[in-house]
T-cell receptor, first 117, second 117 residues
Framework: KNQVEQSPQSLIILEGKNCTLQ??????????LRWYKQDTGRGPVSLTI?????NTKSNGRYTATLDADTKQSSLHITASQLSDSASYIC????????????????FGKGTKLSVKP | GAVVSQHPSRVICKSGTSVKIECRSL??????MFWYRQFPKKSLMLMAT?????????EQGVEKDKFLINHASLTLSTLTVTSAHPEDSSFYIC?????????????FGPGTRLLVL
């Protein structure tokens, strides 16, 4: 069964500190993996996207890694800011030709990050 | 980046009435749009896949007569919640698929908060 597991479920850190969020997946076949940030009451916004052959991708203070052998990804946030408080969702995308709906997304349940002053 | 809008952003209605939610891709054409529902502290759940010019494909357990989907053009899909009940209160998010080879993905709208009294 295709699954995406994220940890921790929630995390509280102080402003300025770094943190790392984890994502393990059992999705196959695999097209690409994305990390999204979802503010409360808003739709998800894409942070990074990585294909099978990419093992790191940065977007400002966000750096995502991907180990396709162990099927693990992480999102590292550097020098956290209060505005980083949100849910971070790991999404694995199936190829569009792979059964079901085109461009199937398998969602993790997200990690709720709270950055405190 | 690609922009997807939703209207209204929030709506309160009486039980038994119908509510229409619009999803627009503002700067690209989307042959496929997706409708999700998200309950508090839960991950997004795919409700249906909307294809321009054809009938929507509903996920198991989603009543197609209750959640009417129309994809009239390449930039607009609508979701109508018919005879809404309090249990339909939720956060509804649409996304539009931007085809792009192995990095194709979906861009999410900002969501619509529905409260049925």
């Amino acid at each position: 069964k295709n699954q995406v597991e994220q940890s921790p479920q929630s995390l509280i850190i102080l402003e300025g500190k770094n943190c790392t969020l984890q994502c393990n997946y059992t999705v196959s076949p695999f097209s690409n993996l994305r990390w999204y940030k979802q503010d409360t009451g808003r739709g998800p916004v894409s942070l990074t996207i990585m294909t099978f052959s990419e093992n790191t991708k940065s977007n400002g203070r966000y750096t995502a890694t991907l180990d396709a052998d162990t099927k693990q990804s992480s999102l590292h946030i550097t020098a956290s800011q209060l505005s980083d408080s949100a849910s971070y969702i790991c999404v694995v995308i199936l190829p569009p030709y792979y059964g079901g709906s085109q461009g199937n997304l398998i969602f993790g349940k997200g990690t709720k990050l709270s950055v405190k002053p | 980046g690609a922009v997807v809008s939703q209207h209204p952003s929030r709506v309160i209605c009486k039980s038994g009435t119908s509510v229409k939610i619009e999803c627009r891709s503002l700067d690209f054409q989307a042959t496929t749009m997706f409708w999700y529902r998200q309950f508090p502290k839960k991950s997004l759940m795919l409700m249906a896949t909307s294809n321009e010019g054809s009938k929507a494909t509903y996920e198991q357990g989603v009543e197609k007569d209750k959640f009417l989907i129309n994809h009239a053009s390449l930039t607009l899909s609508t979701l109508t919640v018919t005879s809404a009940h309090p249990e339909d209160s939720s956060f509804y998010i649409c996304s539009a698929r931007l085809a792009g080879g192995v990095k194709e993905t979906q861009y999410f709208g900002p969501g619509t908060r529905l409260l049925v009294l």
